[in-house]
């Protein structure tokens, strides 16, 4: 069995104990905000290799540096620019990865061979309660196998991961639901690599003119953004998207349907779950209803297709990654 322990506030005793394991190479899988992270000591290769390995994660796909703060990220930075220097002020901690110029300080595994390293301030007093017990960056993809559904609780990790992490901080449900956006700062004109809970409008208030994700949407035409893979965050069962009320007639395995906003009349057999009109309400809902709808043992889960519009880009890109053609 793994272990798990309860760890709700920045002195649960369990954050010591997880220190001590990150310490001496181990795996411990934590809460953020957004997802559960699986963490391994930033600055220890052989540690980092674990992750990849628990994950069955690519070697081409680097992984988030996790830090308790701004003096924590700017030694792992070749440069620091005006523009990281005011989303982290502004959003730190907070849903939102900063891509950068690595420093010769961070190990090539953990960039996956590239230039530049990826990093993020978690809103969460046990993530950050653990970095600063480590006093070392943490390196944290989402908790979960490569490919499969994110973590939204420590009982998903558990079954996603087993064995092959050496502890699970249990702090209940994350809070976004969704991994962070992330930011690619390293270029001319700063780009969405993933969108997120901080949204295009929100960050361009402060940096001016992005290259959002929006038009990228086309699945499977974007290789220069790393991990930024066609199928993603899939659930065992087939999900298709589908404009209101379609996708019911051909009658085959055990189907869901879900709405977002209204239910239209279903057929009988069909089981019926219905999503309220607010992107934000749906982001911090979707990992864990794909999870229970997967466990139901539905063969198809049909879902409406979210509105247009930036509140709901994150939503959008994740259904758009787990309703993906090929199995992981
Ligand atoms: O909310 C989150 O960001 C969660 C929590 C645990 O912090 N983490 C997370 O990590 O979602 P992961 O590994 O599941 O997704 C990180 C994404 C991957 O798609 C990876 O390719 C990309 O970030 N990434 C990491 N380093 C990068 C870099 N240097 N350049 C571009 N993309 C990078
Ligand atoms: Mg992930």
Known sequence: MTRLLQATG?????IREAAEILLTGGLVAFPTETVYGLGADGLNPGAVARIY???????????????????????????????????????????????LP?????????????????LRCPAHPVALALIRAVGRPLAA?????????????????????????????????????????????SRARPRILRPGPIKPAELALIIGELDTWEGALE?????EAPGMTERHYAPRARLELVDRGRGLSSASGSRV??????????????????????????GTRLYALLHELDEAGFDRIVMERPPEGEAWLAVRDRLQRASAKGRP
């Open 141 to 185: 993809p989402s908790a979960n196998r490569s490919q499969h559904l994110s973590p939204s609780l420590a009982a998903h990790v558990a079954s996603s991961l087993g064995e092959a992490v050496d502890l699970i901080l249990d702090g209940g449900p994350t809070e976004a639901g969704l991994e962070s956006t992330i930011l690619d700062l």
């Open 53 to 99: 390995a628990a994950k069955g994660r690519p070697a081409t796909n680097p992984v988030i540096l996790h830090v308790a703060d701004v003096a924590g990220a700017k030694p792992l930075v070749s440069a620091w620019p005006e523009a990281a220097r005011l989303l982290a002020e502004r959003y730190w901690p907070g849903p939102l990865t900063l891509v």
């Open 10 to 14: 920045p002195d649960d005793p369990a």
């Open 102 to 118: 690595s420093s010769e300080v961070v190990p090539s595994i953990i960039r996956a061979g590239g230039p530049t390293v990826a």
């Open 219 to 223: 699945i499977g035409q974007r290789q």
């Open 257 to 282: 349907y879900v709405g977002i906003g209204a239910l239209p009349e279903l057929p009988a057999g069909v089981r019926g779950v219905l999503l309220p009109l607010d992107a934000e309400a749906v």
